[in-house]
């Protein structure tokens, strides 16, 4: 899920729209500005804006020990899904590629090229399975 910065809404029902689509984050303030996850109640930073690429993810660890896959678009949207694919059982969603597919985000499997929705986690190639997705928010 994608959020605007300083906004805090409730979760996404799967298979719905992102909340909304932020404005691009000046490049002057990118360093600056973290990428955090909501993970049951709370906020935790993943990364900063600046260590991300667009269309390019990396991988970090939760403080649960998981690990997730966070990306940033070339719109300046984040994203942060499992980085597990359940096919495989690699960690290794975060060095897939991104596409789009009707309007919305996805990140291909290396091994296996499913694809996986970056607002929900849902596979796209196989609706029984899905990976988790964590909203986001800029701070």
């Given at each position: 899920m994608t959020?605007?910065?300083e906004q805090l809404p409730h979760a996404p029902a799967p298979g719905s729209a992102?909340?909304?689509?932020?404005q691009p984050?000046?490049?002057?303030?990118?360093?600056?500005?973290r990428v955090e996850a909501l993970?049951?109640?709370?906020?935790?930073?993943?990364?900063?804006?600046?260590?991300?690429?667009?269309?390019?993810g990396v991988a970090v660890l939760l403080p649960d020990g998981q690990q997730a896959a966070v990306f940033v678009?070339?719109?300046?949207r984040a994203y942060a899904i499992g980085n597990q694919d359940p096919f495989s059982g690699a960690f290794v969603l975060a060095r897939g590629p991104l596409g789009s597919a009707g309007g919305r985000p996805y990140v291909?499997?290396?091994?296996?090229?499913?694809?996986?929705?970056?607002?929900?986690g849902r596979c796209l190639d196989d609706a029984?399975?899905?990976v988790p997705?964590?909203?986001?928010?800029l701070r």
């Open positions: 959020v605007a910065p992102p909340v909304s689509a932020p984050v000046p490049e002057s303030i990118r360093e600056s500005v993970l049951g109640r709370r906020w935790h930073a993943l990364c900063e804006l600046g260590d991300l690429k667009p269309g390019r678009d070339r719109a300046g291909t499997s290396p091994p296996a090229g499913r694809r996986f929705d970056l607002t929900d029984a399975v899905s997705a964590y909203t986001v928010r």
